[in-house]
Protein backbone atom coordinates (compact mmCIF):
# COMPACT_ATOMS: atom_id res chain seq x y z
CA UNK A 1 0.00 0.00 0.00
CA UNK A 2 1.24 3.58 -0.89
CA UNK A 3 1.34 5.81 2.06
CA UNK A 4 2.63 9.32 2.11
CA UNK A 5 3.68 10.57 5.00
CA UNK A 6 4.44 14.09 3.60
CA UNK A 7 1.49 16.97 5.10
CA UNK A 8 3.53 20.42 3.79
CA UNK A 9 1.51 23.30 3.39
CA UNK A 10 1.74 24.99 -0.23
CA UNK A 11 5.02 27.29 -0.01
CA UNK A 12 6.64 24.86 1.28
CA UNK A 13 5.94 22.01 -1.24
CA UNK A 14 6.74 25.10 -4.06
CA UNK A 15 9.94 25.70 -2.31
CA UNK A 16 11.32 21.95 -2.96
CA UNK A 17 10.00 21.30 -6.42
CA UNK A 18 12.01 20.88 -9.56
CA UNK A 19 11.75 23.51 -12.40
CA UNK A 20 9.09 22.34 -14.61
CA UNK A 21 10.36 20.06 -17.51
CA UNK A 22 8.07 20.97 -20.99
CA UNK A 23 9.67 18.42 -23.09
CA UNK A 24 6.36 16.17 -23.30
CA UNK A 25 4.17 19.62 -23.46
CA UNK A 26 1.83 19.87 -26.53
CA UNK A 27 0.61 23.19 -28.09
CA UNK A 28 -1.51 23.90 -25.29
CA UNK A 29 2.27 23.50 -23.04
CA UNK A 30 0.00 21.40 -20.33
CA UNK A 31 -0.84 17.52 -19.89
CA UNK A 32 -4.35 17.19 -20.41
CA UNK A 33 -6.28 15.29 -17.44
CA UNK A 34 -9.39 12.99 -18.68
CA UNK A 35 -10.66 12.10 -15.33
CA UNK A 36 -10.54 10.47 -12.24
CA UNK A 37 -12.86 7.20 -11.57
CA UNK A 38 -13.13 5.85 -7.64
CA UNK A 39 -13.37 2.08 -8.06
CA UNK A 40 -13.82 -0.63 -5.46
CA UNK A 41 -15.56 -3.64 -8.04
CA UNK A 42 -17.17 -2.16 -10.51
CA UNK A 43 -17.20 1.78 -11.67
CA UNK A 44 -18.42 4.35 -14.22
CA UNK A 45 -16.55 8.08 -15.15
CA UNK A 46 -19.23 9.76 -13.61
CA UNK A 47 -18.27 7.80 -9.93
CA UNK A 48 -22.30 7.04 -10.28
CA UNK A 49 -21.61 3.01 -8.25
CA UNK A 50 -21.97 3.82 -4.39
CA UNK A 51 -18.62 3.30 -2.52
CA UNK A 52 -18.55 1.35 0.55
CA UNK A 53 -16.65 2.85 3.39
CA UNK A 54 -13.83 1.76 4.66
CA UNK A 55 -13.65 -0.98 1.21
CA UNK A 56 -10.24 -1.55 -0.43
CA UNK A 57 -10.33 1.13 -2.83
CA UNK A 58 -8.15 2.69 -6.15
CA UNK A 59 -8.21 6.33 -7.71
CA UNK A 60 -7.88 5.44 -11.04
CA UNK A 61 -6.08 8.75 -12.97
CA UNK A 62 -6.43 9.33 -16.99
CA UNK A 63 -3.80 11.50 -18.68
CA UNK A 64 -4.73 13.02 -22.45
CA UNK A 65 -1.50 11.05 -24.64
CA UNK A 66 -3.33 13.52 -27.19
CA UNK A 67 -1.93 16.88 -25.29
CA UNK A 68 1.91 15.78 -25.04
CA UNK A 69 4.51 16.31 -28.17
CA UNK A 70 6.03 13.55 -27.87
CA UNK A 71 6.07 9.64 -26.23
CA UNK A 72 7.76 9.88 -22.27
CA UNK A 73 7.04 8.57 -19.20
CA UNK A 74 5.56 10.07 -16.15
CA UNK A 75 4.09 9.67 -12.49
CA UNK A 76 1.81 11.57 -10.36
CA UNK A 77 0.76 12.89 -7.31
CA UNK A 78 -2.70 13.45 -5.51
CA UNK A 79 -3.97 15.72 -2.79
CA UNK A 80 -6.56 14.35 -0.72
CA UNK A 81 -8.48 15.41 2.21
CA UNK A 82 -11.56 13.93 4.31
CA UNK A 83 -14.49 15.55 5.46
CA UNK A 84 -12.63 19.17 5.22
CA UNK A 85 -9.66 17.67 6.99
CA UNK A 86 -6.21 19.07 5.98
CA UNK A 87 -4.79 17.53 2.51
CA UNK A 88 -2.22 15.16 2.79
CA UNK A 89 -0.70 13.45 -0.37
CA UNK A 90 -0.68 9.97 -2.23
CA UNK A 91 1.95 9.17 -5.01
CA UNK A 92 0.61 6.88 -7.46
CA UNK A 93 1.86 2.82 -7.43
CA UNK A 94 3.13 3.37 -11.14
CA UNK A 95 4.15 5.38 -14.17
CA UNK A 96 2.63 5.26 -17.96
CA UNK A 97 4.15 6.14 -21.14
CA UNK A 98 2.47 8.72 -22.70
CA UNK A 99 2.27 8.42 -26.33
CA UNK A 100 0.53 10.67 -28.80
CA UNK A 101 0.94 8.28 -31.88
CA UNK A 102 -0.44 5.29 -29.72
CA UNK A 103 -3.23 7.17 -27.93
CA UNK A 104 -6.50 4.81 -27.70
CA UNK A 105 -8.52 6.96 -25.21
CA UNK A 106 -10.03 6.77 -22.12
CA UNK A 107 -11.96 3.42 -22.70
CA UNK A 108 -8.52 1.53 -23.46
CA UNK A 109 -7.15 3.14 -20.45
CA UNK A 110 -10.06 2.19 -18.22
CA UNK A 111 -9.71 -1.55 -19.27
CA UNK A 112 -5.92 -1.49 -18.59
CA UNK A 113 -4.31 -0.90 -15.54
CA UNK A 114 -1.41 0.06 -16.89
CA UNK A 115 -2.48 2.85 -19.25
CA UNK A 116 -3.95 4.69 -15.63
CA UNK A 117 -2.22 5.73 -12.90
CA UNK A 118 -3.38 4.18 -9.82
CA UNK A 119 -3.80 4.86 -6.34
CA UNK A 120 -4.37 2.82 -3.28
CA UNK A 121 -6.13 5.45 -0.80
CA UNK A 122 -4.84 4.97 2.37
CA UNK A 123 -7.74 3.81 5.31
CA UNK A 124 -7.66 7.56 6.93
CA UNK A 125 -9.08 8.35 3.55
CA UNK A 126 -11.95 6.22 2.88
CA UNK A 127 -14.15 6.29 6.35
CA UNK A 128 -17.50 7.17 6.07
CA UNK A 129 -18.17 10.49 4.50
CA UNK A 130 -16.71 13.06 1.71
CA UNK A 131 -13.21 12.36 0.00
CA UNK A 132 -12.11 15.17 -2.01
CA UNK A 133 -8.77 14.60 -4.32
CA UNK A 134 -6.64 16.88 -6.02
CA UNK A 135 -4.01 16.16 -8.80
CA UNK A 136 -1.41 18.08 -7.41
CA UNK A 137 1.88 16.80 -9.72
CA UNK A 138 2.60 15.12 -12.39
CA UNK A 139 5.96 14.81 -12.98
CA UNK A 140 8.60 12.60 -14.66
CA UNK A 141 10.20 9.62 -12.96
CA UNK A 142 13.40 11.37 -12.41
CA UNK A 143 11.12 13.87 -10.19
CA UNK A 144 10.68 16.99 -12.24
CA UNK A 145 7.31 18.31 -12.64
CA UNK A 146 5.38 18.73 -15.33
CA UNK A 147 2.99 21.30 -16.37
CA UNK A 148 -1.29 20.69 -16.01
CA UNK A 149 -3.42 22.22 -17.96
CA UNK A 150 -6.73 22.59 -15.34
CA UNK A 151 -5.59 20.05 -12.57
CA UNK A 152 -8.82 17.84 -12.41
CA UNK A 153 -10.59 17.20 -8.72
CA UNK A 154 -12.74 14.68 -7.91
CA UNK A 155 -15.07 14.50 -4.72
CA UNK A 156 -17.14 11.26 -3.83
CA UNK A 157 -18.79 10.11 -0.55
CA UNK A 158 -18.66 6.75 1.38
CA UNK A 159 -21.41 5.42 2.79
CA UNK A 160 -21.00 3.00 6.13
CA UNK A 161 -22.16 -0.76 5.10
CA UNK A 162 -22.97 -3.27 7.19
CA UNK A 163 -20.45 -6.47 7.21
CA UNK A 164 -21.66 -9.93 5.44
CA UNK A 165 -22.25 -12.27 7.90
CA UNK A 166 -21.33 -15.91 6.72
CA UNK A 167 -20.67 -19.44 7.81
CA UNK A 168 -19.16 -22.04 5.81
CA UNK A 169 -20.00 -25.36 5.95
CA UNK A 170 -17.72 -27.77 4.61
CA UNK A 171 -19.52 -31.14 4.15
CA UNK A 172 -17.19 -34.34 4.67
CA UNK A 173 -18.51 -37.59 2.71
CA UNK A 174 -17.52 -40.96 1.63
CA UNK A 175 -16.33 -43.03 -1.31
CA UNK A 176 -16.05 -46.46 0.13
CA UNK A 177 -13.50 -46.39 2.55
CA UNK A 178 -11.84 -42.68 1.48
CA UNK A 179 -13.14 -39.17 3.05
CA UNK A 180 -13.47 -36.60 0.94
CA UNK A 181 -13.59 -32.98 2.41
CA UNK A 182 -13.02 -29.58 1.32
CA UNK A 183 -9.42 -28.29 1.14
CA UNK A 184 -8.67 -25.00 3.12
CA UNK A 185 -7.70 -23.34 -0.66
CA UNK A 186 -11.45 -23.34 -1.74
CA UNK A 187 -12.29 -21.79 1.79
CA UNK A 188 -9.89 -18.90 1.40
CA UNK A 189 -10.95 -18.18 -2.19
CA UNK A 190 -14.58 -17.86 -1.27
CA UNK A 191 -13.91 -15.42 1.22
CA UNK A 192 -11.60 -13.39 -0.58
CA UNK A 193 -13.62 -13.24 -3.32
CA UNK A 194 -16.34 -12.43 -1.59
CA UNK A 195 -14.51 -9.67 0.21
CA UNK A 196 -13.41 -7.95 -3.11
CA UNK A 197 -16.76 -8.32 -5.33
CA UNK A 198 -19.56 -7.62 -2.74
CA UNK A 199 -20.32 -4.94 -1.21
CA UNK A 200 -18.89 -4.79 1.97
CA UNK A 201 -15.72 -4.07 4.00
CA UNK A 202 -15.34 -6.96 6.33
CA UNK A 203 -16.44 -10.83 6.71
CA UNK A 204 -18.08 -11.99 9.69
CA UNK A 205 -16.38 -14.78 8.77
CA UNK A 206 -16.28 -18.34 10.29
CA UNK A 207 -15.94 -21.96 8.93
CA UNK A 208 -16.26 -25.39 9.86
CA UNK A 209 -16.33 -29.08 8.06
CA UNK A 210 -18.71 -31.86 9.22
CA UNK A 211 -19.87 -34.89 8.50
CA UNK A 212 -22.35 -34.91 5.54
CA UNK A 213 -25.37 -36.47 5.76
CA UNK A 214 -25.41 -38.07 2.24
CA UNK A 215 -23.03 -39.94 0.47
CA UNK A 216 -21.04 -41.21 -3.00
CA UNK A 217 -22.77 -41.75 -5.68
CA UNK A 218 -24.31 -38.34 -6.02
CA UNK A 219 -27.59 -37.50 -8.29
CA UNK A 220 -29.56 -34.40 -8.66
CA UNK A 221 -31.20 -34.61 -4.85
CA UNK A 222 -27.31 -34.34 -2.93
CA UNK A 223 -27.27 -30.65 -3.27
CA UNK A 224 -31.16 -30.48 -1.42
CA UNK A 225 -29.83 -32.98 1.16
CA UNK A 226 -27.01 -30.84 1.67
CA UNK A 227 -29.13 -27.69 2.08
CA UNK A 228 -31.32 -29.57 4.14
CA UNK A 229 -28.62 -30.24 6.13
CA UNK A 230 -27.07 -26.64 6.39
CA UNK A 231 -30.52 -25.00 6.89
CA UNK A 232 -30.76 -27.55 10.31
CA UNK A 233 -27.68 -26.79 11.79
CA UNK A 234 -28.28 -23.09 11.32
CA UNK A 235 -31.22 -23.59 13.24
CA UNK A 236 -29.90 -25.52 16.40
CA UNK A 237 -26.66 -22.81 15.80
CA UNK A 238 -28.96 -19.55 15.25
CA UNK A 239 -31.06 -20.71 19.07
CA UNK A 240 -27.53 -21.12 20.83
CA UNK A 241 -26.58 -17.63 19.83
CA UNK A 242 -25.49 -17.04 16.18
CA UNK A 243 -26.22 -14.01 14.78
CA UNK A 244 -29.77 -14.74 13.16
CA UNK A 245 -28.32 -12.36 10.29
CA UNK A 246 -25.83 -14.97 9.29
CA UNK A 247 -25.44 -16.56 5.72
CA UNK A 248 -25.13 -20.12 5.67
CA UNK A 249 -23.13 -21.59 2.85
CA UNK A 250 -22.28 -25.28 2.32
CA UNK A 251 -19.25 -26.49 0.62
CA UNK A 252 -18.81 -29.96 -1.16
CA UNK A 253 -15.79 -30.85 -2.58
CA UNK A 254 -15.96 -32.19 -5.95
CA UNK A 255 -12.75 -35.09 -5.43
CA UNK A 256 -11.11 -34.23 -8.57
CA UNK A 257 -13.60 -33.31 -10.96
CA UNK A 258 -15.42 -37.18 -10.44
CA UNK A 259 -18.07 -35.79 -7.73
CA UNK A 260 -19.77 -32.68 -9.49
CA UNK A 261 -22.37 -31.42 -7.19
CA UNK A 262 -24.21 -28.72 -8.98
CA UNK A 263 -24.87 -25.75 -6.72
CA UNK A 264 -28.49 -24.66 -5.83
CA UNK A 265 -29.98 -22.53 -2.98
CA UNK A 266 -32.85 -23.47 -0.99
CA UNK A 267 -35.24 -20.34 -2.11
CA UNK A 268 -34.42 -17.15 -3.56
CA UNK A 269 -36.44 -14.64 -0.52
CA UNK A 270 -38.28 -11.45 -2.38
CA UNK A 271 -37.60 -9.96 0.69
CA UNK A 272 -34.90 -9.79 3.70
CA UNK A 273 -34.52 -13.46 4.25
CA UNK A 274 -30.73 -14.34 6.04
CA UNK A 275 -32.12 -17.83 7.08
CA UNK A 276 -32.27 -18.75 3.31
CA UNK A 277 -29.11 -21.27 2.80
CA UNK A 278 -27.49 -22.02 -0.19
CA UNK A 279 -24.58 -25.19 -1.71
CA UNK A 280 -22.11 -25.51 -4.10
CA UNK A 281 -19.17 -27.31 -5.24
CA UNK A 282 -15.75 -26.61 -4.93
CA UNK A 283 -12.27 -27.86 -6.70
CA UNK A 284 -9.50 -26.82 -8.90
CA UNK A 285 -10.75 -25.27 -12.40
CA UNK A 286 -7.88 -28.06 -14.29
CA UNK A 287 -6.04 -27.75 -16.94
CA UNK A 288 -8.82 -26.11 -19.29
CA UNK A 289 -10.29 -23.75 -16.75
CA UNK A 290 -13.73 -23.66 -15.42
CA UNK A 291 -15.51 -20.89 -16.75
CA UNK A 292 -12.83 -18.79 -17.65
CA UNK A 293 -11.24 -19.53 -13.85
CA UNK A 294 -7.63 -20.76 -14.17
CA UNK A 295 -6.28 -20.27 -10.68
CA UNK A 296 -6.49 -22.96 -7.69
CA UNK A 297 -9.99 -22.83 -6.99
CA UNK A 298 -13.42 -22.09 -8.61
CA UNK A 299 -15.34 -21.95 -5.18
CA UNK A 300 -15.51 -18.23 -4.95
CA UNK A 301 -17.48 -16.55 -8.11
CA UNK A 302 -19.62 -20.26 -8.04
CA UNK A 303 -20.34 -19.78 -3.89
CA UNK A 304 -20.60 -15.95 -4.86
CA UNK A 305 -23.42 -16.91 -7.55
CA UNK A 306 -25.33 -19.38 -4.89
CA UNK A 307 -25.05 -16.53 -2.27
CA UNK A 308 -26.28 -14.19 -5.06
CA UNK A 309 -29.75 -16.42 -4.85
CA UNK A 310 -29.80 -15.70 -0.83
CA UNK A 311 -29.64 -12.27 -1.21
CA UNK A 312 -33.05 -12.38 -3.94
CA UNK A 313 -31.04 -12.22 -7.16
CA UNK A 314 -32.40 -14.33 -9.97
CA UNK A 315 -30.62 -15.48 -13.30
CA UNK A 316 -30.20 -12.60 -16.05
CA UNK A 317 -30.78 -15.43 -18.78
CA UNK A 318 -27.03 -15.63 -20.50
CA UNK A 319 -25.97 -18.08 -22.06
CA UNK A 320 -29.32 -18.25 -23.42
CA UNK A 321 -29.22 -21.84 -24.14
CA UNK A 322 -27.89 -23.05 -20.72
CA UNK A 323 -30.22 -20.46 -18.67
CA UNK A 324 -32.94 -19.51 -17.33
CA UNK A 325 -34.03 -15.62 -17.85
CA UNK A 326 -35.96 -15.09 -14.50
CA UNK A 327 -34.09 -11.55 -13.76
CA UNK A 328 -36.61 -9.89 -16.59
CA UNK A 329 -35.12 -6.51 -15.27
CA UNK A 330 -31.19 -7.34 -15.86
CA UNK A 331 -30.38 -4.42 -17.52
CA UNK A 332 -26.88 -5.14 -19.68
CA UNK A 333 -27.05 -6.99 -23.06
CA UNK A 334 -25.88 -11.00 -23.14
CA UNK A 335 -25.04 -10.59 -19.31
CA UNK A 336 -22.05 -8.56 -19.32
CA UNK A 337 -21.29 -6.18 -16.52
CA UNK A 338 -21.54 -2.98 -18.94
CA UNK A 339 -23.32 -1.49 -21.59
CA UNK A 340 -22.25 -1.70 -24.49
CA UNK A 341 -21.00 1.67 -24.56
CA UNK A 342 -18.83 0.29 -22.29
CA UNK A 343 -19.95 2.44 -19.34
CA UNK A 344 -19.21 0.13 -16.50
CA UNK A 345 -15.55 -1.21 -16.30
CA UNK A 346 -14.88 -3.46 -13.27
CA UNK A 347 -11.77 -3.74 -10.86
CA UNK A 348 -10.23 -6.52 -8.59
CA UNK A 349 -8.31 -4.55 -5.85
CA UNK A 350 -6.55 -8.29 -5.87
CA UNK A 351 -5.26 -10.60 -2.91
CA UNK A 352 -1.14 -11.19 -2.72
CA UNK A 353 -2.02 -13.92 -0.01
CA UNK A 354 -4.05 -16.17 -3.11
CA UNK A 355 -2.10 -14.72 -5.09
CA UNK A 356 -4.81 -13.05 -7.09
CA UNK A 357 -3.86 -9.95 -9.01
CA UNK A 358 -5.06 -6.33 -9.37
CA UNK A 359 -6.81 -6.07 -12.48
CA UNK A 360 -9.23 -4.14 -14.90
CA UNK A 361 -12.00 -6.07 -15.88
CA UNK A 362 -13.69 -4.61 -18.98
CA UNK A 363 -17.04 -4.44 -19.22
CA UNK A 364 -17.54 -6.24 -22.53
CA UNK A 365 -15.69 -9.54 -21.43
CA UNK A 366 -16.38 -9.90 -18.29
CA UNK A 367 -20.56 -11.45 -17.19
CA UNK A 368 -22.29 -10.73 -13.73
CA UNK A 369 -21.51 -13.34 -10.88
CA UNK A 370 -25.48 -14.52 -11.63
CA UNK A 371 -25.35 -15.91 -15.39
CA UNK A 372 -23.82 -19.03 -16.51
CA UNK A 373 -21.21 -17.07 -18.53
CA UNK A 374 -17.34 -17.15 -18.77
CA UNK A 375 -15.11 -14.42 -16.96
CA UNK A 376 -17.67 -13.28 -13.64
CA UNK A 377 -17.90 -10.46 -11.69
CA UNK A 378 -20.46 -8.35 -10.12
CA UNK A 379 -22.20 -5.93 -12.36
CA UNK A 380 -23.25 -2.25 -10.71
CA UNK A 381 -26.82 -3.68 -10.95
CA UNK A 382 -25.94 -6.71 -8.67
CA UNK A 383 -23.23 -5.24 -6.68
CA UNK A 384 -26.40 -2.51 -5.87
CA UNK A 385 -29.02 -4.69 -5.34
CA UNK A 386 -26.73 -7.24 -2.77
CA UNK A 387 -26.16 -3.93 -0.84
CA UNK A 388 -29.64 -2.83 -0.83
CA UNK A 389 -30.29 -6.33 0.74
CA UNK A 390 -27.71 -6.40 3.33
CA UNK A 391 -28.32 -3.16 4.91
CA UNK A 392 -32.42 -4.64 4.70
CA UNK A 393 -31.19 -7.74 6.32
CA UNK A 394 -28.94 -5.82 8.88
CA UNK A 395 -32.03 -4.21 9.97
CA UNK A 396 -33.82 -7.03 11.72
CA UNK A 397 -32.13 -7.02 14.57
CA UNK A 398 -31.95 -3.62 15.90
CA UNK A 399 -28.31 -2.05 17.08
CA UNK A 400 -27.41 -2.60 20.76
CA UNK A 401 -27.23 1.04 22.29
Not at 208 to 231: C, R
Not at 323 to 337: L, M, W
Amino acid sequence: MAKSSRRFVGFQRTRFRRAPTPALAGPAASIGVRGIEISQCIQDLANSVTLVADKATIARLYLDAATVAKAGNVTAELAWSHEGGAEAYLPAMNTVRLDPAKDGGVQNQRTDLSQSLNFRLPPQAIGAGQLQLRLSRVYTPAGSDLPVGAPDTCTVSFTAAPPLRIRVIGLRYKIGTKTVAPDAVHFNYLRSYLGRAYPVAALEWSQVVVDADFASPFDDSTVDLANAQIAALRSREVSNGVDPRTHYFGLVSDNGGDHFMRGKAFAIPSSAQPDTVASGPCGTPGPGGFAGDHDLSYADWYGAHELGHTFGRYHPGFPKDAQDASDTSFPYADGFISTPDGRFVGLDTGDQALPAPMQALPGNVYHDVMTYADNQWLSAYTYQAILTRLIAEDALVPAVA
